[in-house]
């Protein structure tokens, strides 16, 4: 019974290696929406698991008080979790728990401070455009941006950031967020996820301007006017609001400079339906879900 209780947590941290290794040849747009849905189901299965075990761990110290908690909520054989089990389970749902935390308070933070900045130019010589989500954000731009670039690429950047905006990309980078800091295998994962929504902003400012090399240009640009030099790099100060940066600029530029990606109307779809059919069965089942709902999957 015990290692059922642990299968879907294996299953779908193996599947969000896998993506975090492998391209899929989707459009970004589907990519980013296949990344952040494994991403999040896989760090709810993970933490579901250890969540389970842990109950199950104080039910084997303290039987008393478990036989008021439901049966759906224990192992089906009555099991005794054994210490060496289940204090490391408890331990790593303390951990997630805190880093949860942390993680819910610095967004916070930095999106309130981000928001209050993005009222006016942000007096900055970094070259610096930044979507800030919610009501009261909008898109943040230094001056150093601006004498940066001329009128053509500043319309790039601001078509760029609003399709950020547009498509609520902060969520799928707070799920990215949530999956690396719970399953730490699972970086790569949100480094894929974060590359992938820069390129899906990017195809949608091409389709706004009309011109993929204008793109692409502009995002060099943006980048060498970044890049500091060789006297001041090592005093080269951290880019504020650390959550909004990016990067992967050359493979952002020669993907632009490639044929455009296919939109995917099929294939997209089917892909993420069936994972997220896939991995949110395997959620429901860590959690125990799907006996609480009496519909049992295993």
């Not at 990344?35 to 299965?45: E, F, K, S």
């Not at 896939?278 to 006996?291: C, E, F, R, S």
Request: a positive charge.
């Amino acid at each position: 019974m015990v290692w059922l209780t642990f299968l879907p947590a294996v299953l779908t941290i193996a599947l969000g290696a896998v993506l975090g290794e492998v391209r899929t040849p989707l459009h970004p747009a589907w990519t980013a929406r296949l990344l952040a849905t494994v991403a999040g189901a896989t760090a709810v299965t993970a933490i579901g698991t250890l969540v389970f075990v842990t109950v199950n761990y104080a039910a084997t110290l303290l039987p008393g008080p478990a036989e008021h908690l439901p049966e759906w909520a224990l192992f089906g054989d009555d099991s005794p979790v054994h210490a060496g089990l289940g204090v490391p389970a408890a331990a790593l749902a303390c951990a997630c728990a805190a880093g949860l935390g942390r993680l819910a308070v610095r967004s916070v933070r930095e999106t309130r401070t981000a928001r209050r900045t993005a009222r006016r130019v942000l007096d900055s010589d970094e070259p610096l455009a930044l979507a800030v989500p919610g009501r009261g954000g909008g898109v943040l731009v230094s001056r150093g941006l601006m004498r940066a670039l001329d009128r053509d690429q500043l319309r790039v950047v601001f078509q760029h950031e609003a399709s950020h905006l547009r498509h609520r990309h902060h969520r799928y980078l707070a799920l990215g967020a949530l999956a690396a800091g719970t399953v730490p295998v699972l970086r790569r994962l949100n480094a894929r996820l974060r590359f992938t929504l820069e390129r899906w902003a990017d195809e949608d400012a091409a389709e706004a301007v009309g011109d993929r090399a204008l793109v692409a240009r502009t995002i060099a640009q943006v980048a060498l006017a970044a890049a500091p030099s060789a006297r001041s790099a090592a005093a080269a100060p951290r880019p504020p609001f650390p959550a909004f940066s990016g990067s992967g600029v050359v493979q952002r530029v020669e993907a632009l400079l490639a044929t455009p990606p296919a939109k995917n109307p099929v294939t997209g779809p089917v892909t993420l339906t069936g994972a997220g059919l896939a991995t949110g069965g395997m959620a429901l089942i860590a959690w125990q879900l799907d006996h609480a709902l009496g519909i049992p999957f295993l």
